[in-house]
C-alpha cells in the first residue's frame, strides 16, 4: 500500500529557464579562509566536486566539515573578509569573477539556495503572496503584477499547498513547519531556477514531514530537470534522494561516488565509521562512536586530517597529505590506502 | 531491564493551555503509562503532538489540569514544599536537548555540578568536591575541566556535564528531551554508549524523548508513540517497529524501511485548537472509516503488554521488515592492524 501526500501533477511547474550546457556547479580546488583573533581559518582546504546538469547531488558532513560553506562559496555568500581562491563555476558562471550586480541576478533567477529553517527565510510581517510575487518579479523584471500571481498559484498548488489563494493571503506564523518549507521552495521555484542549493532542507522537520520534503525535491528533479544539491549531517535522509554523495571531513573532500555504492561499501575509513556510528547500523549492543574530535580549523595536520581517529592509520597517514583520486570508477577517496594493504603509495598524487 | 514494579506512572494525564479569545488549547488528553525500574521508556511524535509537556508534568514542573501522576509508590501529583523536594527533586532529574543553553555560561563546570548539592544540603563542601570529581570520571570528563566555563568545552563534553548534574544526586529517573539532537553522530554515538554504561551501572530508569526513530529503536526496551496529545500505541520497541499496529505508528516506522515501503501521511498535522472529532488521527488515515469521525478510538491492550488506540489496529501494514538501512561492508583498508593510537 502506498500513500502520499495530496500533490497535484506537476504539470502546473514549468520547466527553467536557463540550462546551458556544462555542469550545474562545479568547483575546482576552492579554498575559503577566514579571518580571525588568532590568524586565519582556513574553512574549506582545496574542495573539488561536480554537480552535472539534472543531477541530485549531497553534500555530507558533521558540523565544522565545509559542507554549508561549500553552498554559501558557489553563491559568494560567504562573510565578508572571506578569502575564496580556486574556481567556482555555477550554471555557466564564473562566480568569482562576477560582479555584484550579476550576482545579484544569478542569486535571484537561475541559482537559488533553500535554507534549513523556513521561518527565517520568510518575512514575519509579510504576507506570503506578497514575497512570492516579489520573488518572482525580482527573477524576472518583465513579469506583470497578475502574470506573477498565476505563476505563484500555480507553483504553491504544484508544491502540494492546499488552496493557494487563500495561503497567499497567510502569515508565516500561521503556518505549519512542513508547509513553511514547501513555501520557500515555491519561492525559490517562481524564478525558474536552473539549480537548487539546499542547506539542511530537512533538518527542522518532523521525520514524516522530512520525507515529504525530500519526495518533492526529488519530483522537481525528475519532472523540471532542475539540479539540486543538499547539504546534509544525516545520511540516512538522503540516500534515496541524491544521486551521487560528496562526503566532507574538517574542510576536505575525503570521498565521492554514486550515493547507493558510497553507502554499501565505502572506500574512505571515515565514511564507514560515520556509517557505523548510526543508531540504524547498530545490531543490539553499543554504537560504535568515533573517538575523538575533528581538527579545528587553525590547525594545520601534516597528513591526513582523519588520522588521529583512524581505526586503520598508518605512519605515512600522518606525515602525507592525500589526494582525492579515483579508486574504482566513478568513486573517488581521499586515502593513502583507498586499495587496502598493497604498497602505500608513496607520493598519492591525483 | 523492566521489573514488574514500574518506577513511574501516569493516569489519565490532562493538560490545557488558556489561549487568547478565551479558547482552550488541550495539549495533552488522557495519557497513561508506566516507567520499569531500570528500563527505558522512549516517547516519540511529532513537534507539537505532546511529548514534552507529558515530561514536564511527570517531573512536576507543570502541574496537570486532570490526572494524576505516582513515582517510588507515592502519588505525588499534589506535592509542595518539602516534600516535593525531598520525594521528588532529589530522586528524577532531567537533561535537555540543548547543552549550550540550559548551563549557566557563566558557572564553572565544578560549581554547575556542586550546585544540587549544595541546594540539597547534601555533604560539606570538601564532600561536594570529591561527589564532583567522581561523577565528571564517571561520564567521562576529566576532573581537570571543573575551573572551566561551558564555552570552553564541546557540544559532547557538555551534555556529558549535563548528564552528570541530572546524576549528582543520585535520581532513579531521568527524563531525557532529545538529549543528543544537537550532537553529531559520531559524538552521538559516545553520549547514547555513556547513557547506556550509566543506566547498567546505576539501575536507572529513562524517559527518552526523541524524534529520532534509529535512536529509539536502539536504546528503548519500549517505546510510547504520540500524536496529537494522546498515545496511540505502546509496546515492546521490536515488536512495535515490526508489527506497528496503529497507523500512525506504521507511517512512522515505515521511514526505516526502503523507499517502495514508505508510507507518508496525507497533509499536515491538524492545529491542536481543532483537533478532529473521534480519532485524532482520521484527518490524515490511510484507513479511516465513518466510525473513526463519531467515536474515539480507546486505548487498548490488543496483544500482552500492546496497547493501542484504533478501531482497525494492525490492518495498515508498512511492507518489507525492520531492518538497518545501511549496513556497510568495510573498505578493504579497515581491519586489525598491529600499533594503535590511543584515543
Given at each position: ?76 555568500l560567504?562573510?565578508p ?35 534549513q529553517d ?6 514575519p ?55 513553511a ?25 518532523d ?46 573532500v575525503?570521498?565521492e ?85 598493497g ?8 | 531491564?523492566?521489573?514488574h ?34 528500563e ?13 509537556t ?97 564555552r ?118 491538524p ?25 474515539v ?47
Open positions: 500500500m502506498k500513500i502520499r501526500g495530496a500533490v497535484k501533477t506537476a504539470a502546473t511547474l514549468r520547466p527553467p529557464a536557463g540550462g546551458g550546457a556544462g555542469a550545474a556547479l562545479a568547483m575546482r580546488d576552492v579554498e575559503v579562509s577566514l579571518p580571525s583573533a588568532r590568524g586565519s581559518l582556513r574553512i574549506l582546504r582545496g574542495v573539488t566536486f561536480t554537480v552535472g546538469r539534472g543531477e541530485v547531488v549531497a553534500v555530507a558532513g558533521e558540523s565544522g566539515s565545509g559542507k554549508s560553506t561549500s553552498i554559501l562559496a558557489a553563491l559568494r560567504l562573510p573578509g572571506a578569502r575564496v581562491t580556486g574556481s567556482i563555476v555555477l550554471d555557466g558562471e564564473d562566480v568569482l569573477a562576477m560582479p555584484r550586480r550579476g550576482l545579484r541576478g544569478l542569486r535571484a533567477g537561475r541559482a537559488r539556495l533553500v535554507f523556513p521561518w527565517r527565510a520568510l518575512h510581517m509579510k504576507r506570503i503572496g506578497a514575497q512570492l510575487v516579489e520573488s518572482a518579479r525580482t527573477a524576472d523584471p518583465g513579469l506583470s503584477a497578475a502574470a506573477a500571481r498565476e505563476l505563484v498559484e500555480h507553483t504553491l498548488a504544484g508544491v502540494g499547498i492546499p488552496d493557494p489563494p487563500a495561503r497567499m493571503r497567510s502569515y508565516p506564523h500561521e503556518i505549519s513547519g512542513g508547509q518549507q514547501r513555501i520557500v521552495i515555491a519561492m525559490a521555484l517562481v524564478a525558474r531556477p536552473a539549480v537548487l542549493l539546499c542547506d539542511e532542507p530537512t533538518t527542522a522537520l521525520v514524516t514531514t522530512q520525507a515529504q520534503i525530500l519526495e518533492l525535491l526529488r519530483r522537481l528533479n525528475r519532472e523540471l530537470g532542475i539540479s539540486i544539491v543538499i547539504a546534509t549531517h544525516d545520511l540516512d535522509v538522503i540516500a534515496d534522494v541524491a544521486d551521487r554523495l560528496v562526503v566532507m571531513y574538517a574542510g576536505e575525503v570521498e561516488g554514486p550515493t547507493a555504492e558510497v553507502l554499501s561499501a565505502p572506500r574512505h575509513p571515515y565514511t564507514w565509521s560515520l556509517l557505523r556510528a548510526a543508531p540504524g547500523a547498530a545490531e543490539g549492543g553499543r554504537l560504535r562512536a568515533i573517538e575523538g574530535r575533528p581538527p579545528s580549523p587553525a590547525e594545520e595536520p601534516a597528513g591526513c586530517a582523519f588520522a588521529a581517529r583512524c581505526p586503520s592509520v598508518h605512519e605515512i597517514c600522518t606525515t602525507t597529505r592525500p589526494e582525492p583520486r579515483h579508486v574504482l570508477p566513478g568513486r573517488a577517496s581521499a586515502c593513502l590506502r583507498a586499495e587496502g594493504y604498497p602505500v603509495p608513496a607520493g598519492g598524487g591525483r | 531491564m523492566s521489573t514494579a514500574p518506577v513511574a506512572r501516569v493516569n489519565g494525564l490532562v493538560k490545557d493551555f488558556r489561549i487568547p479569545g478565551g479558547r482552550v488549547l488541550r495539549a495533552v488528553d488522557g495519557v497513561s503509562f508506566e516507567v520499569g525500574r531500570g527505558t521508556l522512549g516517547l516519540v511524535g511529532e513537534s507539537g503532538s505532546g511529548k514534552s507529558v515530561a514536564r508534568m511527570l517531573i512536576r514542573l507543570d502541574r496537570p489540569t486532570a490526572g494524576s501522576v505516582e513515582f517510588e509508590g507515592a502519588d505525588i501529583t499534589a506535592l509542595r514544599g518539602a516534600a516535593l523536594r525531598r520525594q521528588v527533586r532529589r530522586r528524577m532529574a532531567m537533561v535537555f536537548q540543548s547543552s549550550s543553553t540550559s548551563l549557566n555560561p557563566y558557572q564553572r563546570v565544578g560549581e554547575v555540578l556542586a550546585e544540587p548539592l549544595r541546594v540539597h544540603r547534601v555533604g560539606e563542601a570538601g564532600a561536594r568536591g570529591r561527589a564532583v570529581e567522581t561523577m565528571m570520571e564517571r561520564v567521562g570528563l576529566d576532573p581537570a575541566f571543573a575551573g572551566r566555563y561551558p570552553e568545552l564541546s557540544g559532547g563534553q557538555r551534555q556529558r556535564v549535563g548528564i552528570a548534574r541530572a546524576l549528582m544526586l543520585d535520581p532513579s529517573l531521568i527524563v531525557a528531551d532529545e538529549p543528543t539532537a544537537s550532537l553529531d553522530v559520531s559524538v552521538q554515538a559516545q553520549v547514547v554508549n555513556l547513557l547506556q554504561d550509566l543506566q547498567r551501572d546505576l539501575g536507572l530508569s529513562y524517559l527518552f524523548i526523541t524524534h529520532d526513530l534509529g535512536l529509539v529503536r536502539h536504546l528503548s526496551h519500549r517505546v510510547a508513540v504520540m500524536y496529537l496529545g494522546r498515545l496511540v500505541e505502546v509496546g515492546d520497541t521490536a515488536q512495535v517497529f515490526a508489527e506497528p499496529a496503529h497507523p500512525y505508528a506504521a507511517m512512522l516506522v515505515s521511514m526505516r524501511r526502503q523507499a517502495e515501503h514508505r508510507i507518508l501521511p496525507a497533509g499536515e498535522i492545529s491542536p485548537i481543532d483537533r478532529p472529532s473521534g480519532c485524532v488521527f482520521r484527518s490524515r488515515c490511510p484507513i479511516a472509516q465513518a466510525r473513526c469521525e463519531r467515536d478510538p480507546p486505548l487498548v491492550e490488543i496483544a500482552p503488554g500492546r496497547r493501542a488506540a484504533c478501531h482497525f489496529p494492525g490492518e495498515l501494514r508498512p511492507g518489507g521488515t525492520d531492518a538497518p538501512v545501511h549496513v556497510p561492508a568495510a573498505p578493504p583498508l579497515v581491519a586489525p592492524l598491529t600499533s594503535q593510537k590511543g584515543r
